[in-house]
């Protein structure tokens, strides 16, 4: 067995320009995904009741399949459902928001509906609107609980980006696995492949560990 | 739009070959990541200090790499080192449990810390040995506060199983995409496909979001 | 029934036949009370026979099932904006004292004047500044509730409220949450107050505070009130058995 690992060095050009991809698809999904999970979790919480039942319903979808599943049913179904022909970046990058915001909306009322029912009382009692009370007594107080699960959450969805690979996005584990098919070097590209998502995925985890620590609730 | 469902019927077999597998593999993996977790946890936790960098290592690094990249890993290019073939299933079964076991280490480590130091202290006052007061005073207590954890990884498992397609493992997955691609009909199979795995996974979410008010209350012991 | 003091003075919470359910249990089954301005009117009786509840139903915290609260003369609103406004008139101390634990005192006490009277920051200070002194604590504005024993998170509490400048204080079992050394600091705000000519109600268990500073008692039981009067004939000589029977449970010897 005759190993070459100067494959990967190569196609480094490549592999930089996937990695781009990647980042910028986490980064790209959250944009979406954080605004527009407090949105959904507003709705749970505090729409009239059949909103709040559609929200209810999206977030427990999205919670019970498969991420895989959701990519190849963007990418095959949702172009015959609504007649656009999107990209596949752009097809990706919708499950992958669809997901996610699923995910946050859940955290975001999760959080919420931890906060003491006494301090909502309390700034109502002294004549807050609803909304002021949440804006600045218990977003304020909740979001020591939601930024951890954010956190894991944007680790989460850095690597949940590879599994748009199967629609041939062009990110990390698609170039990488194409290139592994092109010189017939598996051991090198795969090996490769992770080391490139353990050296960007490794700080990430230890920073989620920090904000968790950091952020610890002792009632 | 009119929507023929009889490719479901017509396929019966084929979908229900890889509904079993999907049901084979989750299980499988889910009982050997908890016994390779517990070890690992227990290595970490009670074993020679050396080991425990090495542990550290392990978990953060399958918190660090994605779940497909260990499969196909697995698949491609383990054999390429140890120089055994192995059909796609038991890649994807030790891909899966070697990714999986990383979680339930640290799950473990982290119910076993939540007993307080002073249980031990007891129960060696009593005269237990360290081994006696984990078995029977720390376990116990830490178990309890594992479980809505474990439930939430078990969703985690099923849903991971569906990655396994990428590596021709024929579950649901696999079979799905197949047929969605020879029959030209991706809203009823994926359809049908979605409703599965709702059926399977709600269950288990409602119950861990039921297990997690349960174990609210008891914070540290 | 002994006289009411200040009978004469405008009633200022008028409540008839008050009916609150909560599911199948019913909390309040028909509560007719009057409170004059500058009235210290106390609600005793055993824990889950009411009272708290009739006070969250005051200020609308919790929304009555049948009969009607009239505030200053009107009918209490449900619609959210009006029912805003009355409670800006209205100052609640809760049991478990609720300070917002990420602001400071002083920015607790400001933050009512701040948001909802919408006070620019100095002039919102500079009214807590003055609330926190008159509470007995000028020099823990910078503190964080963390740092505050019970006592003084309750004096905060007291100042947030009074910072509204509301026309009534509803007090909702103010000490029972306290150790018993800081009572008594507690209690001696609230009788200030009372002495300044503010009207409050308050729900207590401190029979001591009732008897002398209230100006008229009522006695709840299973929802309904069972004996109301001044302090003098509910606790030297009580018309009903269920009002002999509480106090008596409670030790209380005159």
Known sequence: MTLDWGVVWQHRDALVRATGTTILLTIATMVIALPCGIIVAMLRLYAWKPIRALATAYVELFRNLPLILVVFWAFYVLPILTGLGLSPLATGLTALALNVTAYNAETFRAGINSIRRGQLDAAMALGMSRAQALRRIILPQASRRILPVLASTWVSLFKDTSLVSVMAVTELAYVAMQIRAQTFRVLEMLTAMAAIYWLLGYPQAKLVDWIQRRFAVTE | ?221 | MMSRHKSAQPRIIRYQGVIKRFGDFVALSGVDLDVHTGEVVCLIGPSGSGKSTLLRCTNGLEAIDGGAIEFEGTSLPRDPRPLRAIRQKMGMVFQSFELFPHLTALENVAEGPRTVLGIDRDAAQARASAMLAKVGLADKGANYPSALSGGQQQRVAIARALAMEPDVMLFDEPTSALDPETIGEVLNVMKALAEEGMTMVVVTHEMTFARRVGDWVAVFDAGRIVEEGPPQQIFEAPLTERTRDFLSHLGWSG
């Open chain 2, 1 to 221: 739009m009119d929507f023929d469902f009889t490719v479901i019927t017509s396929h019966a077999r084929f979908l229900g070959s890889g509904i079993v597998v999907t049901l084979l593999l989750s299980i499988l993996s889910g009982l050997s990541s908890l016994a390779v977790g517990f070890v690992v946890a227990l290595a970490r936790l009670y074993g020679p200090r050396g080991l425990k960098p090495l542990v550290v290592l392990y978990i953060d690094s399958m918190r660090a790499i994605p779940v497909l990249v260990v499969l196909v890993w697995t698949f491609f290019a383990l054999p390429i080192v140890t120089g055994i073939t192995m059909p796609p299933f038991w890649a994807a079964l030790i891909g899966l449990t070697v990714h999986l076991a990383a979680y339930v280490a640290e799950i473990v480590r982290s119910g076993v810390e939540s007993v307080r130091p002073g249980q031990t202290r007891a129960a060696m006052a009593l005269g237990m040995s360290r081994a006696q007061a984990v078995r029977r005073i720390v376990m116990p207590q830490a178990l309890v506060r594992m479980l809505p954890a474990f439930g939430s990884l078990l969703s985690i498992t099923i849903k991971d199983t569906a990655i396994a397609s990428v590596i021709a493992v024929g579950e649901l997955m696999r079979q799905s995409e197949t047929l969605a691609g020879q029959s030209f009909q991706p809203i009823e199979v994926f359809s049908f496909a979605m409703l599965v795995y709702f059926l399977m996974l709600f269950p288990v979410t409602r119950g861990v979001d039921a297990l997690y008010r349960r174990v609210a209350h008891l914070g540290r012991s």
